[in-house]
């Protein structure tokens, strides 16, 4: 499988995926960390897809996505945005309203 397919793949089979620099727990940059908490912080369950083992997936996802950087948050198969989207759209309370919506018509 190409790596176009394994990231179509992963968005897909996942409702809410971070493409992130390092993990949740363990962030390895601070734009992924303020997303990851953010993320964190709407209590529900995610994926996370550490770029930085991937290095694959780190140099095709931004042409893929048509957005140049990480962290990335995918939310029902749609780009939602980078750190700064997340941070803004968690304070404004859209964040967590996005993702309970999101993991509701999952179930």
């Known amino acids: ?13 996942n409702t809410i995926l971070l493409y992130m620099k390092g993990s949740p727990n363990a962030p390895q940059c601070g734009f992924s960390s303020r997303a ?6 709407c209590g529900e369950k995610f994926a996370y897809v550490d770029i ?24 029902k198969g ?4 980078g750190s700064d989207i997340i941070t803004e759209m ?13 993991v509701g018509s999952a179930a």
């Open 1 to 13: 499988m190409d790596i176009i397919e394994t990231i179509k793949d992963q968005i897909a089979n």
């Open 36 to 41: 990851a908490q953010a993320v964190m912080a």
């Open 52 to 75: 930085l083992q991937n290095p694959e997936i780190r140099a095709e996802l931004p042409k893929y996505a048509n957005w140049p950087t990480f962290p990335q948050l995918w939310v």
């Open 78 to 81: 749609e780009l939602v945005g």
């Open 90 to 102: 968690f304070e404004k309370g859209e964040l967590q309203s996005l993702i309970k919506e999101a």
